[in-house]
């Protein structure tokens, strides 16, 4: 017979296969098509066409099945042709593909359900997914339903692709895992300096990822944050706080994987402490060593204290890590010390250069000072101390006048040629190397003189006054003071003062009252001759003053209430910022009222009420009000230029601040416009009327919180001629009508 020419594809489908044919050359009738097992020889499938039809598909066959497929044509001559073509349908992909490290950093098993019909075998390849390079390729029996690969890297992510092989064909799968990671070792922590950090570890190539986080355990804070590819074998912490404990935790990750890792905890190296001092304390026998705080923090500072400077340590102190300062107590007088100051923090020390000083000697004992029977000499003694010498000071309090330097052995010493009326201070120490110990003392008087330069002041206050002098020029042991009422000679006060004072103040005085104050020295058993002096105390302001209108345009009355204290006199101050001319009045501390006449209308005035008690015043705040305002003169309504129109003019007659025009209708007397216009405009042109009405015109001159209504004035505005005006004949022949 005639070849066919059969071909057959599934066309990606694995449940059928498209068979296609030639058409014979001398045609054909019909075609019977049979499909078979090739194994059985089984039909198991069978169909026929018609003519010029060359291709049929078999549907519902196994995946992966061979088959062989028989077509019959039947040709015009009914005679027949048969060819026979074998075909495998195409493989199914596996079902429910997984790939899983079940926590394993080095190998991954893969499991799936075989898919259905048929198959030759299964392909694996697993490939790395960063680099796509293949790492195992595996064919295994059609049956096997799981496959371990190990090892593999860890924290890496792998591909797999596994394919369904029947004979040529193939139907893949794809899946994506990662492996778990593999935690770092060796993790160390340790100082780059005093602001930084250094962190190293090993088997940084078995995580993804490398999370870093580092705390501030003093403030329990999160300083650094880290995030860092595989790889990375070491990092430095800038900008940390200096002697600062700080802990490091790490964590590796790859895709779903997290795990914790090592961890480790250090110090930053701390700051040596600065401007380290060592200097005599305030009790006998103690030195007390001060530093500068240094940035950041340290767990404590380690003091120690050496006699001399290569002897072994006498003291070894640790004091907190906030302390500046430490005090020595109970060490040999007249020495010199040596000390460190050292910060500590964990395992780190930081030292400062040492500092020397000595400690201060012991003063002498048995010290004396007497006149000997003589007005112009003292004689000092005192008994022999430790030390190299004694250091002498005789003086008035506080002003020096002689020093002297005495080798040991000698204890007294006779001053000559001082002043009387002084307290004097006899002073003495021990020297011991550049230190002197603390001084013995003793006191005793000449006669005062009277203290100087007595001054008493108000210092602007109603109801205290303060006195104040120069302290007597060689002490005292302190000042009686006296104080009068001037007028009523009537003692006030009496005041006890130290010497230490230059000043005293007087409270709960009457305001505006004269007094006379009366003081002198007092030295010992002895008092200097008074001196004097006198002041006022400083007068209150009036209250409640007020400015009233009398209602007359020329008049303005001031009323106030006389505040506690004296008063000479009140003087009232009445002026206008619109006039330069203003009124000063006195009157009596009696009067409580005051009306000034003849004033200007319209215009506000300021009043101010003073106080005044000897050469004090006080004044009150400013009280205001206006005068009335006159009513303008002359006020005229005419008729404007167009119908819509008035022309208001007026004279003014003086005051006020402005004006406001009123317009109503004349029949009704209502408002219907108000216009205001400054001070100095004298007419106004009112637009928008009605032609031919009669209008009603008032204006109103304003003060302040016055007003005053001049004249009523009546205008009218022009009417309109009519509009459209005819005439016509009447049918009667003898009248004409008009019409408009």
Request: include cysteine; glycine fraction near 8%; aromatic fraction near 8%.
């Amino acid at each position: 017979g005639t070849p066919l020419n059969l071909s057959v594809s599934d066309h990606g489908r694995s449940d059928s296969l498209l068979l296609s044919w030639d058409e014979p050359e001398e045609g054909a009738e019909g075609y019977l098509l049979t499909l078979s097992s090739l194994e059985s020889d089984t039909p198991l499938q069978s169909g026929s066409v018609g003519p010029n039809i060359t291709s049929f598909w078999f549907h519902e066959l196994t995946p992966g099945m061979h088959y062989e497929i028989e077509v019959t044509a039947t040709l015009a001559c009914m005679e027949t042709t048969s060819q026979t073509v074998t075909a495998q349908t195409s493989p199914s992909p596996v079902c429910n593909l997984s790939l899983s490290s079940a926590g394993s950093s080095s190998m991954l098993r893969a499991s799936w359900a075989h898919a259905r019909g048929q198959r030759d075998g299964y392909h694996l390849a697993l490939y790395h997914s960063d680099s796509q390079t293949l790492v195992r390729n595996a064919s295994i029996p059609p049956n096997t339903s799981t496959f371990l690969f190990d090892g593999l890297l860890a924290g890496s992510e792998y591909a797999l692709k596994v394919s369904t092989v029947a004979g040529s064909s193939q139907a893949s799968t794809s899946i994506h895992q990662w492996t778990a990671p593999f935690i770092p070792t060796q993790l160390r922590l340790s100082p780059g300096s005093s602001t930084s950090l250094i962190a190293s570890w090993v088997g940084a190539a078995g995580a993804a990822w490398l999370h870093l986080v580092l705390h501030n355990l003093l403030t329990q804070t999160v300083t650094t944050t880290l995030s860092a590819r595989r790889g990375l074998t070491s990092y430095t912490f800038q900008h940390l706080h200096p002697g600062t404990q700080y802990h490091l935790g790490m964590s590796a990750t790859a895709g779903p994987y997290a795990v914790v890792g090592p961890n480790a905890t250090a110090w930053t190296y701390p700051l040596s402490p600065g401007n380290v001092t060592l200097s005599s304390a305030e009790e006998q026998s103690s030195l007390q060593a001060r530093w500068s705080t240094p940035a950041g923090e340290r767990d404590f500072y380690l003091v120690t204290l050496q006699e001399g400077e290569n002897s072994a340590p006498t003291r070894n102190i640790s004091v907190d890590g906030d302390n500046s300062h430490v005090t020595f107590h109970g060490l040999s007088p007249g020495k010199r010390y040596f000390v460190q100051v050292t910060a500590v923090a964990g395992p780190y020390q930081a030292s400062a250069r040492s500092t020397a000083a000595w400690t201060q000697p012991l003063a002498p004992s048995g010290v004396s000072l007497s006149s000997q029977g003589r007005p112009y000499s003292l004689l000092a003694s005192w008994e022999e101390a430790m030390g190299e010498g004694y250091m002498l000071a005789l003086s008035p309090v506080d002003h020096p006048v002689k020093n002297s330097s005495l080798l040991q052995g000698v204890t007294s010493f006779t001053y000559e040629g001082l002043r009387p009326g002084t307290l004097y201070a006899f002073e003495v120490s021990t020297v011991a190397g550049p230190y002197t110990s603390s001084p013995r003392r003793i006191t005793n008087w000449t006669y005062p003189l009277p203290l100087e330069q007595l001054t008493l002041s108000n210092q602007g206050h109603s109801t205290s006054l303060q006195a104040s002098w120069r302290a007597a020029p060689a002490g005292s042991t302190g000042y009686t003071a006296t104080l009068w009422e001037t007028k009523s000679q009537e003692r006030v006060r009496n005041v006890t003062m130290g010497n230490n004072w230059t000043n005293v103040t007087f409270e709960d005085l009457v305001p505006g009252r004269q007094y006379t104050l009366e003081m002198a020295t007092v030295a010992g058993s002895y008092r200097s001759p008074v001196r004097t002096a006198t002041d006022w105390t400083y007068p209150l302001a009036p209250a409640g003053v007020t400015l009233t209108n009398t209602r007359r345009p020329l008049g303005l009355s001031a009323f106030w209430d006389k505040a506690a204290g004296d008063v000479d006199q009140f003087q009232l101050q009445l002026y206008s910022k619109s006039h330069p001319a203003q009124r000063n009045i006195s009157v009596e501390p009696n009067t409580h009222n005051f009306t000034f006449l003849g004033l200007s209308p319209g215009i506000q005035y300021f009043l101010k009420v003073t106080t005044l008690a000897g050469p004090y015043r006080s004044s009150s705040h400013f009280a205001t009000e206006w005068t009335y305002p006159l009513s303008l003169a002359n006020v005229s309504v005419q008729p404007g230029q167009r119908p819509q129109e008035l022309h208001v003019s007026w004279v003014e007659s003086g005051g006020g601040r402005d004006h406001l025009v009123q317009l109503s209708v004349a029949e009704s007397l209502s408002i219907i416009r108000n216009v205001s216009v400054p001070r100095g405009v004298t007419q106004l042109h009112l637009e928008g009327l009605v032609p031919g009405s009669r209008y009603r015109v008032e204006i109103i001159s304003q003060a302040g919180p016055h007003r005053t209504s001049s004249q009523t004035a009546i205008g009218y505005t022009v009417p309109l001629p009519p509009l459209a005006l005819s005439v016509s004949p009447v049918s009667t022949g003898w009248a004409l009508a008009v019409h408009w």
